[in-house]
């Protein structure tokens, strides 16, 4: 009976890990599909996300990368890598990088100008800022509807 237990004990747990694995690289390959991303398979245009929270956006190094759950990000400094590691949700973007504004109005996934942000509840929002228009100046003017769309979209979009 203790083999029996030791063995139905052991298969559950290496079938977890196994499923835990395996799930893990799927959420990973999910990110990869569906986060805003340059030719280079790197976030933000290659811009620090960290530093959109102090001075202003500015572009990283290659030699300074993080991957984090499959996505790559360039820091300007060792300093702003290890605060990015230490909590790297907090300096993800929302919506995968994608426009927030698009994304409140109707789920798409449409590109940014990186330099075109907005910090709204501790997150990196991005905008869309082209020959159509400044998708900052809509968004402020319907934050408070367009936030629960958004974020509705996105985990529609990420499942």
């Known amino acids: 009976m203790k083999s029996l237990t030791l063995f139905v004990f052991t298969f ?9 694995a395996q799930t893990g690289s799927a959420s990973n390959e999910l990110r990869k599909k569906h986060f805003r991303l340059n030719h280079h398979g790197v976030a933000l245009d ?6 959109y929270f102090s001075d202003k956006p500015t572009k990283g190094k290659s030699e300074l990368s993080f991957e984090y759950k499959g996505i790559i990000y360039h820091f ?4 702003n890598r ?6 790297p949700e907090k300096f993800e973007p929302e919506y995968g990088g994608w426009c927030a504004f698009a994304m409140g109005e109707n789920g798409d996934k449409v590109e940014v100008d990186p330099m075109r942000y907005k910090i709204i509840n501790g997150k990196i929002n991005l905008f869309y800022n082209g020959i159509l228009g400044d ?3 809509p968004w402020n003017e319907n934050e408070k509807e367009l936030i629960p769309k958004a974020n509705a979209n996105w985990n529609m979009v990420m499942k």
């Open 12 to 20: 559950l747990f290496f079938s977890f890990i196994t499923n835990h």
């Open 46 to 51: 290659g811009y620090d996300p960290v530093s």
């Open 76 to 79: 300007t400094s060792i300093e």
């Open 82 to 87: 290890k605060k990015f590691e230490k909590n």
């Open 135 to 137: 998708t900052l100046i």
